[in-house]
Structures are given as C-alpha cells and as structure tokens.
C-alpha cells in the first residue's frame, strides 16, 4: 500500500514563506503526476500545481510568481515553496500522486494559515 506523509504547514505572517513537502513510500513503481490542493472552511477544493513525470508544471492563476512545484522522482517526494503569502492562501493543503498504472493517492493534509 501507499502512504503520503506531509509536512511544513504552519503558522506565518502575510508576506512570509512556508515550504511543504509530501513523501511517498510503499510500493511505488512508478509515479505519473504530483500536485498540491487545498481547500478553505466553506470553499471548494482546488488544484494548486501540478508536476508530471516529464517535468511540466502548471499553477492556478493565484499562485503564479509565487508559489513554486518540485518534486524528486528517487525519493517519490514533492514540493511546494509558497513566497509572498497572503491571508487568501490559508486552507488545508492536501498531496496527490497518481501512479503509472492509474492509482490515486491523498496525503493527510496540512493546515497553512496566513494572518494578516
């Protein structure tokens, strides 16, 4: 079985930064695509960034410049280095991996709040 662990959530002032980072272990041949969600009290969740296995990346428009994806495929682990925060970033942020053969795995998530 997979597990996703997550950590670097946190506390932080409007303008600070906070890195989170989400490993994969168990049996894990293969990973197709990482991404980073989250989800405000009340708000949908959405998709923050994504990398696939070739490298690309996408950001929601309202991370753009701020926050940037990693991920090294040895150690099936991602990251999310979020500058310039703003109060708005505040939810829970959640990891997704897919996997070559099209399984899907959630990490726990962690709380990010932002004050202003």
């Known amino acids: 079985q997979v597990q996703l662990v997550e950590s670097g959530g946190g506390l932080v002032q409007s303008g600070g930064s906070l890195r989170l980072s989400c490993s994969a272990s168990g049996s894990i041949l293969s990973i197709a695509t990482m991404g980073w969600y989250r989800q405000a009290p009340g708000k949908p969740r959405e998709r923050v960034a994504r990398i696939i296995s070739g490298g690309s990346t996408t950001y929601a428009d309202s991370v753009k410049g701020r926050f940037t994806i990693t991920r090294d495929n040895a150690e099936n682990t991602v990251f999310l280095q979020m500058n310039s925060l703003k109060p708005e970033d505040t939810a829970v942020y959640y990891c997704?991996?897919?996997?070559?053969?099209?399984?899907?795995?959630w990490g726990q998530g962690t709380q990010v709040t932002v004050s202003s």
């Open positions: 997704r991996v897919t996997t070559s053969d099209g399984h899907l795995y």
